[in-house]
């Protein structure tokens, strides 16, 4: 008799505890891998956006854009800065030049990369695992609803995707 009550109750935690799964429209981030080099590449030029850190060579300006890369602005006539290209650098926000030799960081490794040819950037090197990811609170802008969180870990972010999402974590009002 006490086995078939042990067992009852059992059974009862076991069906009581079983929630179905819930299923939601929300958006879900995409990520850059941190180690994937084709993602480092110079684009055309293109508007400044979250402006960050300055580096100043020769008649070259390196204006760095949060996350995003890094603007090469031809210096030559103050008067009349251009602006050449973009390197994307996904995740980056620290670099400098040396000669020409790019050091960026992507948020865990440290990439270095051959500038010789402002056109035609090439990854030499990436020295992996130099910083630990940096925490930024991401959830997506001008958005209300359920959205899948974004871990660091997964890699570098690089944009929101609508998705169907199973028993999402994150929620904004």
């Not at 180690?35 to 300055?54: M, Q």
């Not at 060579?57 to 854009?65: A, D, K, L, R, S």
């Not at 490794?109 to 990854?123: G, Q």
Request: hydrophobic content about 35%; aromatic content about 16%; glycine content about 6%.
């Amino acid at each position: 008799m006490k086995n078939i009550l042990i067992y009852l109750f059992l059974s009862s935690i076991l069906f009581t505890s079983c929630e179905k799964d819930f299923e939601v429209a929300g958006k879900k981030p995409v990520y850059y891998s941190y180690e994937d080099s084709t993602v480092i590449r110079r684009l055309d030029p293109k508007t400044f956006g979250d402006l960050g850190k300055i580096v100043t060579t020769g008649n070259y300006i390196f204006i760095g854009e949060k996350n995003k890369g890094i603007h090469v602005i031809n210096n030559v006539d103050p008067t009349n800065p251009i602006k050449e290209h973009f390197w994307q650098i996904p995740g980056n926000r620290e670099f400098t030049v040396f000669g020409n030799i790019l050091y960026a960081e992507n948020g865990k490794n440290l990439w270095v990369i051959n500038i010789e040819n402002f056109a035609k950037i090439t990854v030499e090197n990436i020295i992996i695992n130099q910083y630990y990811p940096r925490f930024e609170e991401r959830y997506p802008p001008d958005y209300s609803g359920y959205f899948e969180c974004y871990y660091e870990k997964n890699g570098i972010f690089k944009e929101w995707e609508d998705a169907m999402l199973v028993n999402p974590l994150c929620e904004t009002l």
